[in-house]
């Protein structure tokens, strides 16, 4: 039985009279509905005459949100059996009757909705044993959570979902598989080493950054270079860390040697503790940094590698020649590995990196539920946001399985006799929810990974596919657009 | 303006910005419709509301890198594309259905978008 | 079940206090303005139909879990009378230095407004969330002359009297998050900041931008647009001179993404950013420079100068130009990217706590039971900010519970 | 599967300006897969059809239906009722069911809402593209599994007419591939390069279209 419940704030809505009349419902006024006291003094009323459905009516202050999630945990009603409408002080009772009987119509198709809990797995599967992944591991173990380091390259597939995830593995000797499940994976898996043996790099004379430090150190007073040039920015904005790197390794390279040094950098990155002060030492020591725009030139000729680009500060074109050069590798390499992405099967950002660019995933989160990602393979290379990431990760994953998964049955439901197998929902789905129940011939939604967007239901060509809590008919109903109740709750129910 | 303007509404943007438009005049004709996601809503949809006797379809999604489902508003902005192009096939005027998007915190763009459907519409129906 | 104290409601305390709260903590979060949220309320949102990642809605959302969850207790124009540390427990007398609005209890009904004498109640309504706060300057109780006119019309004992003498709260780990003081271009007059009306600071245009589409001063004659727009970056930052030799991070992340709207809404505007070194603010900012330079914005090398009147009221920026010496650039409006800097109030908050910031200013993430996030201890963004304080809110519980906190805290989460 | 797409709005609006009662009635296999015609196009085209009506002061009444397949008799009994209130069925199925819908209502106007294309493939969500021509004899085994007769626009079989460019068909380079193109690399793939030297012999067509309209009849499976 539906309640009608009137604030007294709220004065008159329409007839009262009317109201009963419009749904064959029952209408009980009561005081400031919207207070702790108004929910419980509602929630009474709900259990006494046994209403499951409520639909609250309030003036324009009213917080609709917050009253209905109130009024569901007060009387224990399901998601989507309290509605809740605001009316301005303006407003015609004609008006405020068809909203009070679209809500009404929009109620009455809501079905009964249950939650299945499932204890999960409460071990953390770590991708990648560089800096970040052993942060991450040492933020879940102090957190009092067992975690697993693995190598990206040994993982071989990943199923399931958030608090049970399969993942197999090739034994360490190689022969054959093995297979254990998690309860989350963290994945920082950095990103590949650029190949120095291809362009921008000549074996000897154009080098990788990364390698640079090691090989000055590995060299004798006759065969240290008489100058050294550092590129950034070659393929795309480096970060700080780049630029971080750069910094040190020249002034590594002048405490070996005397030694003429440059960087060409599109912009000198100091966003972050320290990195202004380590810049002016760079400078004082006699590093030279050259702001160039555009492309830059580097050929390895004669004995020397020639480095052309145009100077933004002077606004003329600079050459230098010198006897060894350091490209950064960042943007270089292709990123990350398509194999492990595919497997996650999460997004990437526009330069490829795992973790689409999207501001409600930053820092640590990914589409799926479970999967997190932190340092440079999502593209933070700096070291201090890189740790920060791991340690959001590890928070995010004890957080999501200190308790049992708890999974909202009102996830899409396909119609088996409509499904064409179309395959349209199974490749739009963000989060991987729709797969393809072979027996039955159709798709079908993991309740677990379904986030209730409804995007497949709004996609699919044959309409098989049904939100239950915003069905057409709902939605129609909402939008005023259905005449009356009853042709509407005519619809079949899922 | 004959009939009023559905604002099909994601509820992570679109919905919580009317909210704080609270009951400023501009909301004056408009219903809002909540929706999980601007993902949600069909051509069909659309056009059937306009059907019942709606003089617009505003759908409201997040911008795009801000949509909670990642993908949602791009949907919408390409059914709703199909949308106009119906409408202008059936000789309707395609600014029938719009497609905005506004992010929960942008009060005064989405007052903006709807003054301008409005004016739209009325301007099409000086037309018509 | 441990109980912590948060200082400080921006984005950075939020953000731990919700991450207490989540792990089954009891959560004390302490805010010395009349109303949570700090600066970030009067951000705007810098999306065009594509976001630019500033992070304004997430953190609404980030208030909006606050607001809802029952962990979480919330106390603002707090006024820290004392504090104490022994064995590990941090015990802290929070007074209150006005009365004021738990925005958990307000349930928006706006009854109070009317009721107050001296108009001194606003209501902030954006986002997702709603609440009233009262503007403390305005308000005319004192401890000698109370006045309870707002706290009797509250129907729901929303609102709290001053309370001097303050009540105690105890503590296994304190967080500071104590937020940061905009850079006051006063102090380089030469940028025409005060005298023409036409020049902004970053915040002012950000503000204006969360009330208005076009950036005009609400008196200003006529609301149309600018049509040049100049972005003046690192004022106040990396400056030895004014000892403020750090980037403030931030300066360059809203300077493009305030470019990039205005560019947006008005593809007829000539927007310029005049910079040192853009920085990396954004996952994305190759395809973001690209996007801006197919917009027609030019990111210029070298910031002017000082900044004058021309003729129609528009604006003469003196750059300095390598290859001619000083070369002038005109304009209708200038915009100030100010950086952060310390707030002066926090550093004498974290002293009483023992924490000593460092030279320019900036607090240690600090160690044991109290921690520092957000601007306080380093210059960053919003997404930024909300990630050390998670991060901070993690060594806490971590640290506190010497590794075991994990299956005790989710043992009834 | 058989490709279709939607005829253009205004054909369609011309197609059915004498009905008042009209069935819109929707396949639900092939193209519901191809999106030319499942229940979601049905109701657009339904629902652009009676704004339009709306709009020039037209009363009609237009309903919607969409069944299994059109191209099997008992699954139209699930529509008998819609079909005899209408003047007129809009199929939006491919022509075979357009047609069969004809035939098992004999006498009821049929007007095809789709345009049949070709039997082809999903390359990617929302774009499909033509692999077979039903020439009735199929000979991709000896072009490494690919069918000159169809993707080669000019159905050529003994190697390319030369006229493509960066494997590109000169017919419309920037959709269609060349065939020959394709097959030449498949075959270098295979390390069967060589065997195109052979000779393809006259090709019988009326295996296909051109041996009039085609006709199976499987023994075993009549009743």
Same mark, same amino acid.
């Given at each position: 039985m539906t309640g009608i419940f009137l604030c007294s704030c709220l004065g008159e809505v329409c007839g009262r009279a009317e109201l009963e009349k419009a749904a064959g419902a029952r209408v009980f006024p009561g005081e400031r509905l919207c207070t702790p006291q108004g929910t419980a003094s509602m929630a009474v009323s709900i259990r006494e005459h046994g209403v499951d459905r409520a639909l609250v009516l309030g003036c324009a202050a009213a917080q609709v949100d917050a009253v209905c999630a109130s009024l569901r945990k007060a009387a224990c009603l399901g998601t989507g059996r309290v509605r809740a409408l605001r009316f301005a002080k303006r407003g015609n009772a004609e008006g405020r009757a068809a909203s009070v009987r679209a809500a009404l119509a929009a109620l009455d198709l809501v079905p009964e909705v249950r939650t299945r809990k499932t204890k999960p797995n409460r071990e953390v599967l770590v991708i990648g044993c560089g800096a970040t992944g052993r942060a991450a591991s040492e933020a879940l173990a102090s957190l009092g959570r067992t975690a697993l380091m693995t190598e990206a390259a040994s993982v071989t597939d990943i199923r399931g979902s958030a608090g049970r995830f399969t993942v197999r593995f090739r034994n360490v000797g190689g022969d054959g598989e093995n297979a254990r499940t998690f309860g989350a994976l963290i994945v920082a898996a950095g990103l590949p080493e650029p190949d120095a043996s291809r362009k921008p790099f000549v074996p000897g004379r154009i080098i990788p950054l990364a390698d640079l430090s090691d090989r000055l150190s590995g060299l004798s007073r006759r065969e240290f270079p008489a100058s050294l040039a550092v590129v950034l920015d070659m393929e795309i904005d480096e970060t700080r860390a780049g630029f971080e790197e750069a910094c040190r390794a020249c002034l590594d390279a002048k405490s070996l040697r005397p030694v003429e040094t440059w960087v060409f950098l599109h912009d000198a990155r100091v966003a972050g503790p320290g990195l202004e002060d380590l810049y002016d030492r760079a400078r004082e020591a006699g590093v030279q940094f050259v702001k160039y725009g555009g492309r830059i030139r580097l050929d390895a000729a004669g004995s020397g590698v020639k480095v052309r680009a145009r100077d933004t500060v002077l606004g003329e074109e600079v050459e230098i020649s010198c006897g060894l050069a350091a490209v950064s590798g960042y943007g270089l390499a292709t990123p990350a590995d398509a194999e492990l992405t595919a497997m996650l099967g999460i997004g990437t950002d526009a330069l490829g990196r795992l973790q689409e660019n999207n501001i409600r995933l930053l820092p640590e989160l990914t589409g799926r539920a479970g999967i997190f990602v932190a340092g440079a393979c999502r593209g933070a290379t700096y070291g201090p946001d890189a740790v920060r990431d791991a340690r959001n990760a590890a928070l995010s994953a004890h957080e999501l399985l200190s308790r049992p998964v708890e999974t909202e049955l009102s996830h899409a439901v396909v119609d088996g006799?409509?499904?064409?197998?179309?395959?349209?929902?199974?490749? +739009?789905?963000?989060?991987?929810?729709?797969?393809?129940?072979?027996?039955?011939?159709?798709?079908?939604?993991?309740?677990?990974?379904?986030?209730?967007?409804? +995007?497949?239901?709004?996609?699919?060509?044959?309409?098989?596919?049904?939100?239950?809590?915003?069905?057409?008919?709902?939605?129609l109903a909402l939008s005023g657009a259905a005449p009356d109740a009853a042709s509407v709750a005519k619809e079949k129910r899922p | 303006m004959k009939g009023g303007i559905v604002a099909l509404c994601c509820?992570?943007?679109?919905?919580?910005? *009317?909210?704080?438009?609270?009951?400023?005049?501009?909301?004056?004709?408009? /219903?809002?419709?909540? *929706?999980?996601?601007?993902?949600?809503?069909?051509?069909?949809?659309? *056009?059937?509301?306009?059907?019942?006797?709606?003089?617009?379809?505003?759908?409201?999604?997040?911008?795009?890198?801000?949509?909670?489902?990642?993908?949602?508003?791009?949907?919408?902005?390409?059914?709703?594309?199909?949308?106009?192009?119906?409408?202008?096939?059936?000789?309707?005027? /395609?600014?029938?259905?719009?497609?905005?998007?506004?992010?929960?915190?942008?009060?005064?763009?989405?007052?903006?978008?709807?003054?301008a459907m409005k004016a739209a519409l009325e301007a099409h129906e000086g037309k018509a | 079940?441990?109980?912590?104290?948060?200082?400080?409601?921006?984005?950075?305390?939020?953000?731990?206090?919700?991450?207490?709260?989540?792990?089954?903590?009891?959560?004390?979060?302490?805010?010395?303005?009349?109303?949570? @949220?700090?600066?970030?309320?009067?951000?705007?949102?810098?999306?065009?139909?594509?976001?630019?990642? =500033?992070?304004?809605c997430t953190a609404h959302d980030l208030f909006a879990q606050i607001l809802a969850h029952?962990?979480?207790?919330?106390?603002?124009?707090?006024?820290?009378?004392?504090v104490r540390e022994a064995g590990g427990r941090t015990s802290v007398r929070v007074g209150a230095s006005g009365p004021w609005i738990d925005p958990k209890a307000c349930?928006?009904?706006?009854? =109070?407004?009317?009721? =107050?004498?001296?108009?001194?109640?606003?209501r902030y309504a954006r986002g997702g969330v709603s609440f009233h706060h009262i503007e403390g300057t305005q308000c005319a109780d004192a401890p000698d002359a109370p006045c309870p006119s707002c706290r009797n019309a509250c129907p729901t004992g929303a609102i709290h009297a001053a309370d001097p003498a303050g009540t105690l709260k105890k503590a296994d780990g304190v967080l500071l998050a104590l937020g940061h003081r905009p850079f006051d271009p006063a102090l380089k007059p030469r940028? @025409?900041?005060?005298?023409? #009306?036409?020049?902004?600071?970053?915040?002012?245009?950000?503000?204006?931008?969360?009330?208005?589409?076009?950036?005009?001063?609400?008196?200003?004659?006529?609301?149309?647009?600018?049509?040049?727009?100049?972005?003046?970056?690192?004022?106040?930052?990396?400056? #030895?001179?004014?000892?403020?030799?750090? =980037?403030?991070?931030?300066?360059?992340?809203?300077?493009?993404?305030?470019?990039?709207?205005?560019?947006?809404?008005? !593809?007829?505007?000539?927007?310029?950013?005049?910079?040192?070194?853009?920085?990396?603010?954004?996952?994305?900012?190759? !395809?973001?420079?690209?996007?801006?330079?197919?917009? @027609?914005?030019?990111?210029?090398?070298?910031?002017?100068?000082?900044?004058?009147?021309?003729?129609?009221?528009?604006?003469?920026?003196l750059v300095e130009d390598p290859k001619s010496g000083a070369r002038t650039a005109e304009h209708d409006a200038v915009v100030l990217s100010v950086g952060l800097g310390p707030d002066p109030r926090a550093r004498a908050t974290a002293a009483r706590f023992g924490l000593d910031p460092d030279a320019d200013g900036f607090l240690p993430e600090g160690g044991g039971g109290v921690r520092a996030a957000g601007t306080c201890a380093a210059p960053q963004g919003i997404p930024g900010s909300m990630a050390q304080g998670r991060a901070a809110a993690l060594e806490l519980m971590s640290g506190r519970a010497g590794g075991h906190v994990g299956s005790r805290a989710g043992g009834h989460g | 599967m058989i490709t279709a797409v939607r005829k253009p709005f205004d054909e369609i609006r011309d197609l059915v300006k004498g009905y008042d009662r009209l069935l819109i009635l929707g396949c639900g296999t092939c193209v519901t897969v191809c999106m030319a015609g499942g229940e979601k196009e049905v109701g657009i085209l339904a629902s652009t059809l009676r704004l339009a009506d709306q709009k020039d002061g037209r009363s009609r009444e237009i309903t919607e239906a969409t069944i299994e397949r059109?191209? %099997?008799?008992?699954?139209? %009994?699930?529509?008998?009722?819609?079909m005899a209130a209408a003047d007129a069925v809009l199929s939006m199925a491919c022509g075979v069911g357009a047609q069969f819908c004809g035939e098992v209502f004999a006498g009821k106007a049929v007007l095809p809402a789709l345009n049949t294309k070709f039997y082809g493939t999903t390359e990617g969500p929302g774009v499909w593209s033509a692999r077979c021509s039903g020439c009735g004899t199929c000979v991709i085994a000896d072009f490494g599994g690919i069918c000159p007769v169809t993707r080669c626009s000019k159905s050529l079989l003994n190697g390319p007419c030369g006229g493509s460019s960066k494997g590109k068909c000169e017919v419309d380079p920037a959709n269609i591939e060349c065939g020959w193109q394709l097959i030449h690399d498949r075959m270098k793939l295979l390390g069967r390069l060589a065997d195109l030297e052979a000779v393809q012999p006259l090709k019988d067509w009326s295996t296909g279209r051109d041996g009039g309209p085609g006709r199976i009849v499987k023994e075993d499976a009549t009743l």
């Open positions: 006799d409509k499904c064409a197998l179309c395959l349209t929902c199974v490749r +739009l789905c963000p989060f991987r929810a729709m797969t393809v129940n072979a027996e039955k011939k159709q798709a079908e939604c993991v309740p677990e990974s379904c986030m209730h967007c409804g +995007l497949c239901a709004g996609e699919c060509p044959n309409k098989a596919i049904t939100l239950p809590l915003w069905s057409d008919g709902i939605i | 509820e992570n943007s679109g919905w919580k910005a *009317l909210a704080s438009l609270g009951d400023d005049p501009v909301l004056d004709g408009v /219903e809002a419709v909540r *929706l999980p996601c601007s993902g949600k809503a069909e051509t069909g949809m659309m *056009l059937k509301i306009l059907e019942k006797g709606a003089a617009g379809v505003l759908v409201l999604g997040c911008p795009k890198d801000d949509c909670t489902f990642l993908r949602g508003s791009a949907r919408a902005q390409k059914r709703v594309a199909v949308a106009r192009a119906a409408l202008k096939d059936a000789g309707v005027g /395609e600014e029938r259905v719009r497609m905005e998007f506004i992010s929960s915190v942008d009060t005064p763009r989405l007052a903006e978008a709807i003054r | 079940m441990s109980t912590y104290i948060v200082v400080g409601s921006g984005v950075a305390g939020c953000a731990a206090a919700l991450a207490f709260a989540k792990a089954g903590n009891k959560v004390e979060l302490l805010e010395a303005e009349g109303r949570i @949220g700090g600066k970030v309320l009067s951000y705007c949102c810098k999306a065009t139909d594509s976001c630019s990642r =500033c992070g304004v029952p962990g979480v207790a919330i106390r603002t124009a707090v006024d820290l009378r004392t349930i928006d009904c706006g009854r =109070c407004v009317p009721a =107050c004498p001296s108009r001194a109640i606003r940028l @025409g900041y005060g005298r023409f #009306p036409n020049v902004f600071t970053g915040a002012e245009a950000e503000e204006i931008l969360s009330r208005r589409t076009t950036l005009t001063r609400a008196d200003a004659a006529s609301t149309a647009a600018p049509r040049s727009v100049a972005f003046i970056q690192c004022v106040g930052s990396r400056d #030895p001179l004014l000892k403020r030799n750090w =980037c403030s991070a931030v300066c360059c992340a809203y300077a493009l993404r305030l470019a990039r709207l205005l560019a947006h809404r008005d !593809p007829g505007a000539e927007i310029t950013v005049y910079a040192i070194d853009v920085q990396d603010f954004d996952k994305a900012l190759t !395809p973001l420079r690209a996007e801006l330079e197919a917009k @027609g914005v030019k990111i210029v090398r070298g910031v002017p100068s000082s900044v004058d009147s021309a003729a129609g009221g528009r604006l003469r920026l | 059109q191209c %099997d008799r008992e699954f139209f %009994d699930a529509v008998k009722e819609k």
